[in-house]
Nanobody
Framework: QVQLIESGGGLVQAGGSLRLSCAAS????????IGWFRQSPGKEREFLAR????????VYADSVKGRFTCSRDNARNMVYLQMNSLEPEDTAVYYC??????????????WGQGTQVTVSS
């Protein structure tokens, strides 16, 4: 089992940057790919990025490619999402999740509680 806790959200102006962290506990962390998703009111949960178990392979959604970077530190049980050039449309609750290497939220087994990101114009 894996427990996930996100942090690093907050309020930022358009064009700014934030780095989200996902801290994992549990001995099986290295067995899972980690995905990042977001959800805003009235919308479905949206895939952003996922990193493989080793961190050597990362896939991004087109909406964030070139602006967001996902990285993983298995020695520290941490995954990060560096977000640059933020836009008001990026406002949402951001989640990390552990599971198979998928872009589908339904396939992930474990979820954090989420962290709010608000981008002002």
């Amino acid at each position: 089992q894996v427990q996930l806790i996100e942090s690093g959200g907050g309020l930022v102006q358009a064009g700014g940057s934030l780095r989200l962290s996902c801290a994992a506990s549990g001995r099986t962390f290295g067995l899972y790919a980690i995905g990042w998703f977001r959800q805003s009111p009235g919308k479905e949960r949206e895939f952003l990025a996922r990193t493989s178990r080793s961190g050597g392979s990362t896939v991004y959604a087109d909406s964030v490619k070139g602006r967001f970077t996902c990285s993983r530190d298995n020695a520290r049980n941490m995954v990060y999402l560096q977000m640059n050039s933020l836009e008001p449309e990026d406002t949402a609750v951001y989640y990390c999740a552990a599971g198979p290497p998928s872009t589908r939220s339904s396939e992930y087994n474990y979820w954090g509680q989420g962290t709010q990101v608000t981008v002002s114009s």
